[in-house]
């Protein structure tokens, strides 16, 4: 797809005891080999002028050309390894009801390489050539060399989801909400796109920021997208943190210029939202199937990344919890109250909210990850070890054996009857509501959910007391309804067909 996507392949992570103390202190191995000749195994700290620099060279496409085509794995001695690529599958051949693909590859000390997927003859641009290592043996699980590289695809997504088996439905609304998750949920051929255009967007972003680690995060990767999600990504440029008002808004400058010039047969419509946390939106004109993917990318948004994969231990550690999730966040979408760009609330907030309901109940259905495994979610954990921290969880069994529409129901009964707003603040954190705090971040906002890992209140946009009104008008109408009917057509009546969108 970009012209400098010579493999797809990630090396694999270190042990812990080999983990560095600086995330970006070693060249990833998919650097291209101008930049290693050019750049050694010592790179600067981050400049701007640089970055203009290294821009305008990669805009006029001054890296030594190859012909991109269907090739036979480059052999070289002692060397990584370079597989043929292969014809995309056919978008129209893929089903909207198709069964959940094998995402995960058995757990073994292999390294894990994709295969480079060849565009028509019209989008085929040149590679760099082959990379020559000192051995195999430098590709090893283990390789203090390999600290930083963002985690192959198939290490960030256990516990595996062809593990996570659905719920029995003993009633009508249960099977109802399993029937619209099923429907619904982001099948892996979804994700598999969104991951192939991050690992070649990587490729194209290092030439202007060498040390730069380009991560899947959000919805996409914890377990709670649909088949429509938007892909989030988060753009990793030094480990210190970075001004969102000046300098974030430049690093995304240069990355827009990059996709709208360099990849602008590839992207379309970057654009740069000058946001509290800024971001470039942007469609992947390539791998567009029933409808064009739209992406988000910030720049060192850490605490997205620490909590895409909290949410995902979340969502596989119980079974009743994703179709739960997947439902409520349909029927909020519907009754126009799941937007914080227009004063309602964030996805994020509305996840929150549910993994909140379900730690409350008189006998819980999750526990407090972050109170049981601190270790497992430290906020101070190196960015490329957070991958394995979902790993490291122990099986969980709930003694709750609520159906998921008795769930659906009591969910909506404890924010219309139970739940204090005016008091209260909803903590996944600790497991329980806690008193309101007084500082600014939560004066005069009328719904208070921390954010799990750096304490904000992630439901701040509900600012207007209309707004929150109309939010807890929904929430009353949606109990007395199922509670009345026990019928998910009542509070969704729209087609199955309409709601994957």
């Given at each position: 797809?970009?012209?400098?996507?010579?493999?797809?392949?990630?090396?694999?992570?270190?042990?812990?005891?080999?983990?560095?103390?600086?995330?970006?202190?070693?060249?990833?191995?998919?650097?291209?080999?101008?930049?290693?000749?050019?750049?050694?195994?010592?790179?600067?700290?981050?400049?701007?002028?640089?970055?203009?620099?290294?821009?305008?060279?990669?805009?006029?496409?001054?890296?030594?050309?190859?012909?991109?085509?269907?090739?036979?794995?480059?052999?070289?001695?002692?060397?990584?390894?370079?597989?043929?690529?292969?014809?995309?599958?056919?978008?129209?051949?893929?089903?909207?009801?198709?069964?959940?693909?094998?995402?995960?590859?058995?757990?073994?000390?292999?390294?894990?390489?994709?295969?480079?997927?060849?565009?028509?003859?019209?989008?085929?641009?040149?590679?760099?050539?082959?990379?020559?290592?000192?051995?195999?043996?430098?590709?090893?699980?283990?390789?203090?060399?390999?600290?930083?590289?963002?985690?192959?695809?198939?290490?960030?997504?256990?516990?595996?989801?062809?593990?996570?088996?659905?719920?029995?439905?003993?009633?009508?609304?249960?099977?109802?909400?399993?029937?619209?998750?099923?429907?619904?949920?982001?099948?892996?051929?979804?994700?598999?796109?969104?991951?192939?255009?991050?690992?070649?967007?990587?490729?194209?972003?290092?030439?202007?920021?060498?040390?730069?680690?380009?991560?899947?995060?959000?919805?996409?990767?914890?377990?709670?997208?649909?088949?429509?999600?938007?892909?989030?990504?988060?753009?990793?440029?030094?480990?210190?943190?970075?001004?969102?008002?000046?300098?974030?808004?430049?690093?995304?400058?240069?990355?827009?210029?990059?996709?709208?010039?360099?990849?602008?047969?590839?992207?379309?419509?970057?654009?740069?939202?000058?946001?509290?946390?800024?971001?470039?939106?942007?469609?992947?004109?390539?791998?567009?199937?029933?409808?064009?993917?739209?992406?988000?990318?910030?720049?060192?948004?850490?605490?997205?990344?620490?909590?895409?994969?909290?949410?995902?231990?979340?969502?596989?550690?119980?079974?009743?919890?994703?179709?739960?999730?997947?439902?409520?966040?349909?029927?909020?979408?519907?009754?126009?109250?799941?937007?914080?760009?227009?004063?309602?609330?964030?996805?994020?907030?509305?996840v929150l909210m549910v993994l909140h309901y379900l730690q409350t109940l008189p006998e819980p259905i999750l526990p407090s990850l972050q109170k049981n495994y601190?270790?497992?979610?430290?906020?101070?954990?190196?960015?490329?070890?957070?991958?394995?921290?979902?790993?490291?969880?122990?099986?969980?069994?709930?003694?709750?054996?609520?159906?998921?529409?008795?769930?659906?129901?009591?969910?909506?009964?404890?924010?219309?009857?139970?739940?204090?707003?005016?008091?209260?603040?909803?903590?996944?954190?600790?497991?329980?509501?806690?008193?309101?705090?007084?500082?600014?971040?939560?004066?005069?906002k009328f719904i208070c959910v921390e954010e799990p890992f750096d304490g904000t209140n992630t439901a701040r946009a509900v600012h207007e007391k209309q707004k929150?009104?109309?939010?807890?008008?929904?929430?009353?109408?949606?109990?007395?309804?199922?509670?009345?009917?026990?019928?998910?057509?009542?509070?969704?009546?729209?087609?199955?067909?309409?709601?994957?969108?």
């Amino acid at each position: 797809m970009f012209p400098n996507s010579f493999s797809l392949g990630h090396p694999p992570f270190p042990s812990k005891h080999q983990q560095q103390s600086n995330l970006f202190s070693i060249l990833p191995m998919n650097m291209s080999p101008t930049l290693v000749s050019h750049q050694q195994t010592v790179v600067p700290p981050l400049n701007f002028h640089t970055a203009v620099g290294n821009l305008a060279a990669a805009a006029t496409g001054t890296q030594q050309p190859m012909t991109y085509g269907n090739v036979s794995p480059v052999s070289t001695s002692d060397a990584l390894t370079l597989f043929q690529g292969r014809k995309r599958q056919s978008e129209r051949s893929v089903s909207r009801n198709i069964k959940r693909q094998r995402v995960n590859s058995q757990n073994s000390d292999r390294t894990v390489v994709k295969q480079a997927v060849p565009l028509p003859a019209e989008r085929r641009h040149s590679f760099p050539g082959p990379i020559s290592t000192r051995s195999p043996s430098f590709l090893r699980r283990g390789s203090p060399a390999l600290a930083g590289c963002v985690p192959p695809l198939q290490d960030t997504l256990r516990p595996d989801p062809r593990e996570a088996r659905l719920p029995l439905a003993k009633d009508e609304l249960s099977q109802q909400v399993l029937e619209l998750f099923q429907a619904c949920r982001q099948q892996a051929s979804d994700l598999n796109r969104k991951e192939l255009c991050r690992t070649e967007l990587q490729r194209e972003i290092q030439l202007i920021f060498p040390r730069s680690r380009l991560y899947l995060v959000g919805s996409s990767l914890n377990g709670f997208g649909t088949r429509s999600s938007d892909g989030d990504l988060c753009l990793v440029v030094k480990e210190e943190p970075v001004n969102q008002k000046t300098e974030a808004r430049r690093i995304l400058s240069l990355v827009q210029k990059l996709f709208s010039t360099k990849l602008s047969n590839f992207i379309e419509r970057p654009q740069l939202i000058r946001a509290k946390v800024p971001i470039v939106k942007f469609r992947d004109k390539v791998r567009q199937v029933f409808f064009y993917v739209e992406f988000d990318l910030n720049v060192n948004n850490v605490v997205g990344i620490r909590n895409t994969f909290l949410l995902r231990t979340y969502a596989f550690i119980e079974n009743r919890v994703r179709p739960l999730v997947l439902v409520i966040k349909k029927w909020a979408s519907s009754h126009d109250i799941n937007d914080a760009s227009r004063g309602t609330l964030s996805s994020y907030s509305l996840v929150l909210m549910v993994l909140h309901y379900l730690q409350t109940l008189p006998e819980p259905i999750l526990p407090s990850l972050q109170k049981n495994y601190p270790e497992c979610f430290d906020p101070t954990m190196q960015l490329h070890l957070v991958h394995q921290a979902p790993c490291s969880i122990p099986p969980y069994t709930s003694k709750n054996r609520s159906s998921l529409g008795d769930l659906l129901i009591g969910f909506f009964k404890y924010y219309a009857t139970e739940f204090d707003w005016s008091r209260q603040m909803i903590s996944v954190r600790e497991a329980k509501a806690l008193p309101r705090p007084d500082g600014i971040e939560w004066r005069n906002k009328f719904i208070c959910v921390e954010e799990p890992f750096d304490g904000t209140n992630t439901a701040r946009a509900v600012h207007e007391k209309q707004k929150f009104d109309m939010i807890r008008g929904e929430f009353a109408q949606a109990w007395r309804l199922l509670r009345d009917k026990r019928d998910l057509k009542y509070i969704l009546p729209l087609r199955a067909d309409k709601l994957k969108r």
